[in-house]
């Protein structure tokens, strides 16, 4: 399926906003590594830019989620406003208000919204280099206002549902672009979405008969990956028929 690249915002010396104690880079690592356990549960390959408290440059984050060569990228943050309890609710940023970054943090915002956060809506933010460089559909999602009590007590209160609206957002958006029902996340076969890179990464839950490919979820990933992928299913679908043909009556 879709690798997705989950980035915690901030890290090491830089604590992102403070409030009482409280710290951005703390929360939303926790919440991250949540995030991503739910998605690699679901089938989908999850790459973090931190796994622990340390600093990376926004730069050095976009240049790993290239290198990787992510599908989607989900940046996770928390927000703060000029003066303590002056705003509340979720916010998602995107480069561009259309397209496939803009529909993930739709997904992303009505699942925490129904989880009781005021949804602020997608925005564009040019001047944000995750969002300006990521050679992907990429979103920072603001998750409630670090200095607003009310949001805080719902971040604590319904963390594990959070972090699950998150991922569900994220999984809508992927088995959307990849044709896979969204009860289940499962189907004859899954693929994503053409990405930035020119190609297309599919996997089948099917045997392959002839050891031509191997056996259950092999993916096909590379400059040609979608045509291999398309003659893979047409000769699937082919042997199929045969199969059926020659079974017994």
Not at 167 to 179: N, R
Not at 214 to 219: A, C, K, P, T, V
Not at 221 to 236: D, E, F, H, N, T
Request: hydrophobic share 35%.
């Amino acid at each position: 399926m879709a690798l997705v690249v989950i980035d915690a915002g901030h890290g090491g010396a830089n604590p992102g906003a403070v409030y009482g104690g409280r710290r951005e880079k703390d929360d939303v690592l926790a919440l991250s590594m949540e995030v991503g356990n739910i998605l690699e549960r679901n089938g989908v390959d999850v790459y973090y830019t931190r796994t622990s408290d340390v600093y990376e440059s926004p730069a050095q984050k976009t240049e790993e989620a290239n290198a990787v060569r992510g599908d989607y990228f989900v940046s996770i943050h928390r927000n703060s406003s000029p003066y303590p309890n002056q705003y509340t609710g979720v916010e998602s940023l995107v480069y561009n208000r259309y397209g496939e970054a803009a529909r993930l943090a739709e997904n992303i915002n009505a699942r925490l919204e129904e989880l009781g956060f005021a949804n602020q809506g997608v925005n564009e933010r040019k001047d944000l280099v995750v969002l300006s460089g990521s050679q992907m559909p990429a979103v920072l999602t603001e998750v409630g206002f670090i200095n607003s009590d009310s949001d805080n007590r719902l971040f604590d209160e319904r963390f594990n549902d959070i972090a699950k609206a998150i991922a569900d957002g994220i999984l809508a958006t992927v088995w959307s672009s990849c044709g896979v029902a969204p009860e289940t996340g499962r189907g004859k076969w899954s693929g994503g979405g053409l990405s930035f890179w020119g190609w297309r990464r599919f996997s089948w839950e099917s045997p392959d008969p002839g050891g031509l490919m191997g056996r259950d979820r092999r993916s096909l990933r590379g400059p040609y990956g979608w045509q291999a992928a398309l003659l893979w299913r047409s000769w699937q679908a082919h042997w199929q028929r045969r199969s059926w043909k020659s079974t017994p009556e």
